[in-house]
């Protein structure tokens, strides 16, 4: 019987080549025990030719301060894994294992991924494969994972990682020590990490995550953008901009130097006016209808009506002047012409003063 000992020793660990499991609690719960799955991680490390591995259950500390040590080094666990193995209870537990909010990046950072269902063999399996069977939203994370998993269709690096946040949020929150267990998650894809805090919120550790990869300025382009959503007015973080700005549009003036302990951010290089409303003249207006509106509403339609009726009698002259061209004496053409001459450009004048 093979003896398994736990190592400790940070410089043996890094030259030892190890298989990286991910797995979901409920599914194990469900299905049988972690002692069961235990001894399954352990035979089918010992079939793919290893002889360590890494699994959260036995290798993440207990104490709060080395936790939180392993939750900020979690994404290198399965970068430098040879592969990380998907232990799933049989093949219709994919969409409870792709609900949790680890698998996004244990899947993307992961060198290579093999699953094992059941009693079944160890399988390869590829990016676009999990993202059929396992996540919900297939298409927008067919999208991250052609970007960030397979090197196609590159996306702005602010995109993807928005892309990858909004991802993150969309999957359901082990209900843990941490509050904001996503975003410790999602730091994974950052080039710069922060240290997890029990004591913080969602939107606090997203602001120190955006604060130490500045070089985006997303919380500072977020500030300048009003919200669509009215019930997140009060908040700084905005993914939709009432005007249809997108944050890479964004050129920010103010700059994110800081964050409260409610959550507030703290701003420098924000300029503001100060407005003095009483020196504003005050502007006259009516409510009420007075004669003068009235009369002021009737002059398009009465200028219409001299309008039309100038046209007519312009009309009706033309035909009395030519009918009565071979007679003497005075056409009475003419005199229709004139009126509705005179009718034409008054109905013009009323149209131009018009309100």
Not at 15 to 41: F, H, Q, W
Not at 135 to 162: A, T, V
Not at 172 to 180: H, L, V
């Amino acid at each position: 019987k093979n003896v398994w000992t736990k190592v400790n020793v940070e410089a043996a660990v890094r030259r030892k080549p190890y298989v990286a499991v991910t797995y979901c609690y409920e599914d194990v719960i469900n299905s049988g025990s972690m002692e069961t799955l235990i001894e399954r991680v352990r035979n089918a490390t010992l079939g793919q030719g290893f002889d360590a591995y890494w699994l959260d259950h036995e290798c993440l500390f207990k104490d709060p301060v080395q936790k939180a040590q392993d939750l900020y080094r979690m994404s290198d666990v399965y970068r430098l894994a040879s592969f990380t193995l998907i232990m799933l209870t049989n093949e219709s537990a994919w969409p409870a294992w792709g609900s949790r909010v680890w698998t996004l990046p244990e899947a993307l950072l992961s060198r290579e991924l093999r699953y094992k269902a059941g009693n079944n063999t160890v399988t390869p399996i590829s990016l676009i494969q999990i993202a059929s069977l396992a996540y919900s939203h297939h298409d927008e994370e067919s999208q991250i994972i052609n970007s960030y998993g397979l090197g196609k269709d590159p996306l702005e690096r602010l995109e993807r990682n928005l892309q990858l946040k909004e991802a993150m949020w969309r999957r359901e929150n082990f209900q843990g020590r941490y509050r904001a267990e996503k975003v410790y998650a999602l730091m994974g894809f950052f080039e710069h990490r922060i240290l997890p805090d029990a004591e913080e919120t969602e939107l606090q550790a997203l602001a120190r995550l955006f604060m130490a990869n500045d070089n985006d300025r997303i919380a500072d382009r977020m500030i300048s953008m009003f919200p669509r959503d009215r019930r997140g007015i009060n908040q700084w973080y905005t993914k939709e901009d009432e005007y249809g700005a997108k944050l890479w549009d964004i050129e920010p003036a103010a700059q994110v130097i800081g964050i409260t302990s409610n959550g507030s951010l703290v701003l420098d290089g924000c300029r503001a006016a100060t407005i003095r409303w009483k020196n504003f003249p005050s502007v006259s207006f009516a409510t009420r209808r007075s004669i003068r509106r009235l009369l002021a509403l009737a002059v398009p339609y009465v200028a219409f009506f001299f309008f039309v009726t100038g046209c007519a009698m312009i009309s009706v002259g033309n035909q009395n002047a030519s009918t009565s061209a071979n007679t003497y004496g005075p056409s009475p053409g003419t005199s229709l012409v004139a009126g509705g001459g005179f009718m034409l450009a008054f109905s013009l004048i009323l149209l131009i003063f018009a309100p």
